[in-house]
């Protein structure tokens, strides 16, 4: 979805680095979210936040940090990269107003491939 | 623990069939359910979404069916074209009418039409 950009869209980085994901959106959600997919298995959860400086962790948050400092924005950290960080990164935004019908549906940007040797 | 997966890894129908993609989950909890298109080098993008109250829902030539007693979801795509190939991911949610958080997605079924 054009109206989630992540950068870089790809990465390859060294053990031991920090590397820092970002995600913009101009939805006008209030909702984001940072996934990971590995190779022939679905997203995980890493953090989620619900607006301006809300943090939550997700399924996976070890190793990782995020910050959410403005509303359209909402970047991932690894402050010291391991090989099994190896993986896609998505980041996702959701509009907590649909939440009154009872939907949450997610829209995700394109992805960041991120490689750690 | 509760998750939600995947009946089959691969699907291959031919081009002008109809195919279903089948979905169990765990979490009778759950109450709102997505599933997801990604096609290659691309993120998911949303295909249609079923509340817990509810069996059934129809999109544009998709139809979602949930069966809560067995906990299981599945994907109908009918007459599917060339541009349906893609992994398809069934996606839960908890608590979506309030405090929703991420979603749980599913292993992925790689749908491959033959001409």
């Known amino acids: 979805d054009a109206d989630v950009t992540q950068t870089p869209r790809n990465r390859i980085t060294k053990t031991g680095k920090r590397i820092m994901l970002e995600c913009s959106q101009t939805k006008g959600h209030d909702r984001m979210y940072w996934y990971r997919q590995d190779p022939g298995l679905g997203l995980r959860l890493i953090y989620y936040?619900?607006?301006?400086?809300?943090?939550n962790k997700g399924e996976i948050s070890d190793g990782y940090s995020v910050s959410r400092q403005a509303q359209a924005k909402f970047s991932l950290s690894l402050e010291s990269a391991i090989p099994n960080q190896t993986a896609l990164y998505f980041c996702?935004?959701?509009?907590?107003?649909?939440?009154?019908?009872?939907?949450?549906?997610?829209?995700f940007g394109p992805g960041t491939r991120l490689t750690v040797l | 623990g509760e998750s939600v997966g995947l009946h089959l890894p691969t699907l291959s129908v031919q081009e002008g069939d109809n195919s279903i993609i089948n979905c169990a989950y765990s979490n009778s909890a759950s109450d709102y359910f997505i599933w997801y298109k990604q096609e290659s080098g691309k993120g998911p993008q949303f295909i249609i979404d079923i509340r817990s109250n509810m069996d059934k829902r129809q999109g544009q030539r998709v139809t979602v069916l949930l069966n809560k007693t067995v906990k299981h979801l599945s994907l109908q795509i009918a007459a599917t074209q060339p541009g349906d190939s893609a992994v398809y991911f069934c996606?839960?949610?908890?608590?979506?009418?309030?405090?929703?958080?991420?979603?749980?997605f599913g292993k992925g079924t790689h749908l491959i039409i033959q001409p």
């Open positions: 996702a935004t959701s509009d907590s107003r649909n939440l009154a019908g009872g939907r949450n549906e997610q829209f």
């Open positions: 936040s619900f607006d301006v400086k809300d943090i």
């Open positions: 996606a839960e949610n908890i608590g979506a009418g309030g405090g929703a958080d991420g979603l749980t």
